[in-house]
């Protein structure tokens, strides 16, 4: 099984600042690499796919980049709507996510 | 537009099964994969099995296999999935997920199912 490893588990942030999420899995998953919001009591919501494509309707402040074993979603200037928890997962062998880091207001 | 829409929460005793269904609209239900993922309360997400609907084929994580049954209904565009043998740690909220077109990811969820296990 791939372990996905994110970092940080939590991130305290101002509205307006920027944010860098952390992913590494234990062996290269390739480009198949997806972020997921999800705000509690809610499905994921996709954001990224092929680890920096936008899914449709997701704004142009989130941004994702890596390949192999290491990836980052970044989020250029954060909304009070963006105060969520962020999964990253892998798809190249089977699924599997990363424990998640929960974006809160500082 | 593409929904998958779950069946409602569910109240099981330990040693139960329970049968949660996801029902497919706004896309060919037999041109997609539907996988099954879970979350315990307060913890993240964890994949469970897919099935092709349109031969049935399923693939199931280790740790499911033996208590985890994954079907589909085309003629009602749905898929199911039960799980025997229920405990305490089973309880969770089960999400269906379609396969995108583009990728081996879910692009489109349900809302998920909540399961409590409970004597």
């Known amino acids: 099984e791939i372990v996905m490893t994110q970092s940080p588990a939590t991130l305290s942030v101002s509205p307006g600042e920027r944010v860098t999420l952390s992913c590494r899995a234990s062996?290269?998953?390739?480009?198949?690499l997806a972020w997921y919001q999800q705000k509690p009591g809610q499905a994921p919501r996709l954001l990224i796919y092929?680890?920096?494509t936008r899914a449709t309707g997701i704004p142009a402040r989130f941004s994702g980049s890596g390949s192999g074993t290491d990836f980052t979603l970044t989020i250029s200037s954060l909304l009070s709507d963006d105060f969520a928890v962020y999964y990253c997962?892998?798809?190249?062998?089977?699924?599997?996510f990363g424990q998640g880091t929960k974006v809160e207001i500082k | 537009q593409v929904q998958m829409v779950q069946s409602g929460a569910e109240v099981k005793k330990p040693g139960a099964s329970v049968r949660v269904s996801c029902k497919a609209s706004?896309?060919?239900?037999?041109?997609?994969?539907v996988h099954w993922v879970r979350q315990a309360p307060g913890q993240g997400l964890e994949w469970m099995g897919w099935i092709t609907p349109n031969s049935g084929a399923t693939n199931f994580a280790q740790k499911f296999q033996g208590r985890l049954t994954l079907t589909r209904d085309t003629s009602i565009d749905t898929a199911y999935m039960e799980l025997s043998r229920l405990t305490s740690d089973d309880t969770a909220l089960y999400f269906c997920?379609?396969?995108?077109?583009?990728?081996?990811?879910?692009?489109?969820w349900g809302q998920g199912a909540l399961v409590t296990v409970s004597s």
């Open positions: 997962h892998q798809y190249d062998h089977w699924w599997t």
């Open positions: 062996q290269s998953v390739s480009s198949n």
């Open positions: 706004g896309h060919t239900f037999t041109g997609y994969s």
């Open positions: 092929g680890t920096s």
């Open positions: 997920a379609r396969i995108s077109p583009t990728g081996w990811f879910g692009d489109y």
